[in-house]
């Protein structure tokens, strides 16, 4: 029972941050924060994330270059060039990798209004950081696991940021519905998006991409988008005011 506990929290967890700040905030800016807020995110994200964790300023780029060339040939991560996930999960790894030992210069219109903290960014980013953090899972596996297969879930935990971002990309792009033509074929893969935390509305966020609510008609929930509203409340964020509502 821990070990499941500890499964879903960490996936929700570095799931949320990988949402909240690393797409809604570093890629889109769909809020503004104070500057030591921002650094609170970002060890948060780097915690949560851990062994997996993405770098925040590589994340925003791709993730720009992934809006302005939807599923052509110069999109980074598009599932309708690779003929299996897998493919498309090691080739998205180049790209990334690129830019976070910044060997490939992004487009200028891509560039900056990102989160970047060099320590956590480089040392988040080092083979030796990501053994720790594997080490520490297998560990707490070894001490609390009480069933063989059990086991099998500690490879996800080992690479769950890029699984999120498989996931989206895979399902979002290849099966769903779609609300709007956006020249694409970004789907909106499932009417009420709880386990990827509204991540799978990638139709309607190709539609409106600054807006903090991925959810559009009165069935599709985002449930990030309450947690949203809630610190804009309490004045720990200020989103978009077009986008309060």
Excluded at 3 to 12: G, R, S, Y
Excluded at 118 to 145: E, H, K
Excluded at 155 to 168: D, E, K, R, S, T
Excluded at 174 to 185: A, I, R
Aim: aromatic share 20%.
């Amino acid at each position: 029972m821990i070990i499941i506990i500890f499964f879903v929290a960490h996936w929700f967890l570095s799931l949320f941050f990988q949402t909240f700040y690393l797409h809604r905030y570093a890629a889109h800016k769909m809020f503004t924060t104070h500057k030591i807020t921002e650094r609170i995110f970002h060890t948060l994200t780097f915690i949560s994330q851990g062994s997996s964790f993405l770098n925040p300023r590589a994340y925003a780029i791709m993730h720009r270059e992934h809006h302005a060339y939807s599923d052509t040939e110069k999109d980074p991560h598009s599932p309708h060039f690779f003929t299996d996930v897998f493919q498309m999960m090691y080739r998205t790894a180049i790209s990334f990798r690129e830019h976070e030992r910044r060997v490939k210069e992004p487009e200028a219109r891509f560039k900056g209004n990102y989160p970047e903290w060099r320590l956590i960014d480089y040392y988040g980013s080092l083979n030796s950081t990501r053994l720790m953090f594997g080490l520490l899972y297998a560990w707490f596996y070894v001490a609390f696991a009480t069933q063989w297969w059990m086991f099998l879930l500690l490879p996800i935990q080992f690479i769950m940021g890029p699984l999120h971002g498989a996931i989206v990309n895979w399902c979002g792009h290849k099966y769903g519905y779609s609300n709007f033509d956006n020249g694409d074929k970004s789907k909106n893969t499932t009417p009420f998006d709880f386990f990827m935390l509204g991540e799978l509305f990638q139709n309607n966020h190709h539609k409106f991409p600054n807006s903090p609510n991925f959810g559009k008609r009165w069935f599709e929930v985002d449930p990030v988008y309450p947690v949203m509203k809630a610190l804009h409340w309490m004045r720990i964020i200020k989103m978009r005011k077009p986008s309060i509502a």
